[in-house]
């Protein structure tokens, strides 16, 4: 289901406006922490590549959460 379907289903079972809001800016803030916790795996691999190739090892990935105003971002990042 894309964003904008998501969007209108909530315009359409909120009863007022401030409900509305309310439930777009829950779903807004766990879409952004999401998206940010992808951006930070893909740099992740960025820097993972970069370093095997400069002769560093690898030794595990684990995961990590940090706390955003926005919200806690989940990613799993390498040792």
Request: proline share 0%.
């Amino acid at each position: 289901m894309d964003i904008i379907s998501i969007i209108a289903g909530l315009l359409k079972d909120t009863k007022s406006l401030i409900e509305f809001e309310e439930q777009l800016k829950l779903l807004m803030q766990k879409a952004f922490t999401q998206w940010v916790g992808e951006i930070f795996e893909e740099l992740d691999k960025i820097i993972k590549q970069e370093k095997l190739e400069e002769g560093w090892v690898y030794c595990r990935s684990d995961n990590r959460n940090i706390q955003f105003l926005f919200g806690s971002v989940t990613f799993i990042r390498s040792l």
